[in-house]
């Protein structure tokens, strides 16, 4: 066997957080060689080490044996070290051609790009992914999946020996899945190494040699991909029991709180939401599992009033929504907790104690002034019973960690008195502790009579939590499965589904 | 037992010594308190070099033209505290002017004669003139979409247009009024004096204190912060952001009107040219200040400061007889060095952050 690229004992730390503990990692020449894990388990981290964006803190990378440092992008290029980002890294204002070439350039003369030659390399890559694309398209006006397409040709143009691929199908159609393993089927033959980061197991299992499975930041698996099946990969992810860190709600259910007929909302190319039929109960925590851009945060910001519904029609507390604004919707019952808290849900420039009561500021006046006093007592009643751990109410809200930041927003939302509360992946990128804090309120507030509709990308946490799990791919529903006949082999399928609910 | 077994060792991880983090703090004091500070060193200096800058005639002097920039920087901080900006003040400061002048010169054309308002009615107009400008500028960058930096970029020449046309490019030059017409009065706000201050610089207090109310002690106040801190968080708040875009450039436009009639009081006539260029000053006001352009921090109380020190500084320049082309040299340098040691105090800040974290 081949050892082109290993990683010894790489440990990687942001502050105080671990992100890699001591891995050991290895891609054999010549082999389509996949990643698995959970999101936040160290895969991406591995990665971005590999190819040269991030140091490792201790430990080494051997390339064939030797001893290397890549510490600029540029560096692990130069050694034959190509990656292929989930975030596409494209510049949507240039064509085909240009952005195949960005920073390098054919010349003429030495001095003038050489447009025809650009023109002409562009296309012979194209015509090997199986594209007829004209290179003077701008990029920005081509579909998501040809856009992940020319980035994968912009690291076939250059003489790759080792070729990263973060999950690079999840904005592909099935014909372009065919179209990509091919490609990847010919590198293979032409002995390059493909390191292959996926979370679609039905996927990778048709073009894997060799899977290696990280949690927790730890590398826990490597197996030659004939000797495993999906089971097995899914118990390696989850790992632990996941019963001893998440809260079931055990509360009983009570009254249709949110009733959501035939939602949909259209997209540029199919609908982002497909005619999703959906309730809550008081009492209930349901789960909605899915894959990136299954739709999921696109169908809790169309419930929020933030997208308008193109059809359908949703109902809180009995009543029918007609108003889709975030002000109508909010007085009618429902709050929303983003997915991206840095993005959608803090004002980094404001306390903690502002951010806090930043939707219910109107209700803390007399005579059209704000109320010091009762502000103060608001924000450290909700505090302390969301046991918030803060410095001070006065401090920036930039400075807690991520799990208290999630809290902040969440206290936010109760304060608007909701009925449903919508958590769009409310435990992403907190650590475990902050994740069983979050599993425990939402049971809790499930028990105090809210309805909670949740979104999640990580198995054992939905499995453990719900009371009642949606599958969404595609923007459809394609699964709804009881806390009693979950697993995680069916979610997973039915997160890969064509299939619709009926 | 010795004192050192009781001392907890320090981890391995922990921040760098405390004498460190304690002068960091004071230097971040000194960096929050830079805009007084600058003034203090200002006015230190010009009394070193002339004996009459410190005297208490030049400086009422010096403050009532404060006033006129305080009052639109005033209104422009608002706009940037939502991460907006507005260029068209100094041309509705100017549209005001000659909407104010012709009432007062020669009153309302109706046709059948002219009529004539009180000087009260007058004002009155001319600020709602200026809200309603401010209000087209909010509307262009909220409905139409349109960058702030554009929309009130058109404005600027819209209104000074505008401005031009009410005359033909002519002054309205005799602003006093008469009996007969029952406008007299209209020197009030520019030229006289109530308890030895100037009533401009009365004015100039009042709307910087309700400025300081608004900012501070209303939920609308805590909404600026929040549309420019960050207007997704903003949209799911519920917070209704294009009508706090609206009332903001509103607040400007009117702040902007009201400059312009303190001008013009204080000219006695109204001409077109009225307040060119003055939205630079104010806009560098607001700055100096510690108005952050990409919006969600400020102080209206900063903004004050940094117009006393542009106006202390341009006066104590001319007092002590600096050209005027030295002056725009000096002006500009101090603008770019509040900029510099404000990048300075966020940098200081987040390290602090991350050390007590």
């Known amino acids: 066997m081949n050892e082109v690229v290993q990683a010894k004992n790489v440990s990687k730390s942001y502050g105080g957080v671990r992100a890699l503990k001591d891995v050991t990692f290895t891609a054999y020449r010549g082999k389509v060689n996949v990643l698995v894990g959970e999101n936040g388990a160290g895969k991406s981290t591995l990665m971005k080490i590999l190819s040269g964006s991030e140091q490792p803190t201790s430990g080494e990378i051997l390339l064939e044996g030797e001893p290397v440092t890549l510490s600029t992008p540029r560096d692990a290029q130069q050694r034959g070290i190509g990656i292929i980002h989930q975030e596409l890294s494209l510049f949507p204002n240039m064509t085909v051609a240009q952005n195949m070439f960005a920073g390098r350039e054919p010349r003429r003369k030495g001095r003038f ?88 197991l039905d996927e990778f299992r048709r073009i894997g040699d060799f899977v290696t499975v990280f949690r927790d930041g730890g590398l826990v698996a490597h197996e030659p991909m004939s000797e495993t099946d999906t089971a097995w990969i899914v118990r390696q992810m989850v790992g632990r029991d996941p019963d001893s860190l998440y809260v079931r709600n055990t509360s009983a259910t009570g009254d249709v709180l949110l009733d959501v007929r035939g939602l949909t909302v259209l997209g540029p190319t199919r609908p982002l939401v497909d005619d999703v039929s959906l309730s809550v109960r008081a009492g209930e925590v349901v789960g909605v599992y899915g894959l990136m851009g299954a739709g999921r945060t696109e169908l809790v910001e169309c419930l929020m009033g933030m997208r308008p519904a193109d059809a359908g029609q949703v109902s809180v507390r009995g009543r029918v929504e007609t108003r889709a604004t975030v002000q109508a919707r909010m007085d009618a019952g429902l709050a929303l907790v983003p997915e991206d808290r840095q993005r959608d849900g803090l004002v980094p420039t404001m306390s903690v104690r502002d951010n806090i009561l930043l939707a219910t500021i109107g209700d803390l006046t007399r005579g059209g002034l704000l109320r010091g006093g009762r502000e103060q007592s608001t924000a450290a009643a909700k505090v302390a019973e969301l046991a918030i751990k803060i410095p001070g109410l006065a401090g920036l809200v930039t400075s807690l960690s991520g799990g208290n930041q999630q809290k902040v927003v969440l206290a936010r939302a109760l304060l608007t008195e909701p009925a449903v509360l919508l958590l769009d992946e409310p435990t992403r990128g907190i650590d475990v502790g902050a994740k069983a804090q979050i599993a425990k309120l939402m049971a809790e507030l499930a028990a105090q009579g809210y309805g909670v509709l949740f979104i999640s990308s990580e198995l054992a946490e939905v499995i453990a939590m719900a009371d009642r799990v949606l599958v969404m791919a595609r923007g459809r529903l394609t699964a709804e499965f009881t806390a009693a006949d979950v697993t995680e082999e069916a979610l997973v399928s039915a997160s890969a589904s064509e299939k619709v609910l009926e | ?86 260029l068209s ?23 059948t004669g002219h009529i004539f308002f009180s ?239």
């Open chain 1, 113 to 200: 790009v050489d447009d025809r030659e650009q023109r002409r390399r562009t296309r012979e890559v194209l015509n090997r992914l199986g594209q007829d694309l004209d290179p003077d398209t701008l990029v920005g006006d081509l579909p998501i999946g040809q856009q992940q397409l020319v980035e994968i040709g912009r690291v076939l143009l250059e003489h790759v020996r080792v070729l990263i691929m973060d999950e690079p199908t999840s904005a592909l159609s099935n014909h372009e899945v065919d179209v990509l393993f091919r490609v990847m089927g010919d590198l293979r033959a032409e002995d390059v190494t493909v390191i292959y980061i996926s979370h679609k």
């Open chain 2, 1 to 86: 037992m010795t004192d050192t077994e009781v001392r907890t060792p320090a981890p391995a991880s922990a921040p760098p010594a405390k004498g460190n983090v304690a002068l960091a703090k004071a230097a971040l004091w000194l960096l929050r308190g830079r805009t007084l500070i600058v003034l203090v060193v200002l006015v230190v200096i010009f009394s070193a070099i002339s004996s009459e800058y410190l005297t208490q005639s030049n400086l009422i002097l010096m403050t009532k033209h404060v006033a006129i920039n305080a009052i639109l920087a005033i209104g422009v901080t608002f706009v940037i505290l939502t991460g907006g900006i507005d």
């Open chain 2, 89 to 111: 003040v100094g041309s509705i400061a100017g549209l005001s002017s000659m909407i104010v002048g012709g009432l007062l010169f020669s009153g309302l054309d109706v046709g």
């Open chain 2, 119 to 357: 000087v009260a009615v007058v004002i009155v107009i001319g600020i709602i003139v200026g809200a309603l400008v401010g209000g087209l500028n909010g509307l262009l960058v909220t409905r139409f979409k349109v960058a702030p930096f554009i929309a009130t970029l058109g404005i600027l020449y819209v209104a000074r247009g505008a401005a031009q046309l009410l005359s033909d490019g002519g002054t309205f030059p005799d602003l006093s009024g008469t009996p007969e017409r029952g406008n007299e009065g209209f020197r009030f706000i520019g030229v006289d004096s109530l308890l030895g201050i100037p009533v401009a610089v009365w004015i100039m207090v009042l709307v910087a204190a309700a400025a300081i109310v608004v900012t501070t002690r209303t939920p609308f106040g805590r909404r600026i912060f929040a549309v420019g801190g960050n207007e997704r968080a903003a949209v799911l708040s519920g917070i209704r952001v294009n009508r706090v875009k609206i009332a903001v450039y509103v607040i400007s436009g009117a702040c902007a009107a009201l400059a312009g009639l303190l001008l013009t009081s204080e000219l006695g006539a109204a001409y077109p040219d009225t307040a060119t260029t003055y939205e630079l000053n104010a806009i560098a006001a607001a700055v100096l200040g510690g108005t952050a352009l990409a919006g969600g921090r400020g102080t209206i109380i900063g903004t004050v400061m940094g117009a006393f020190v542009i106006g202390f500084l341009s006066d104590g320049l001319v007092l002590v007889g600096v050209s005027t082309f030295w002056q725009s040299v000096v002006k500009g340098a101090v603008i770019i060095f509040a900029v510099v040691t404000e990048q300075a105090q966020q940098r200081l800040q987040s390290s602090l952050n991350k050390r007590t974290a």
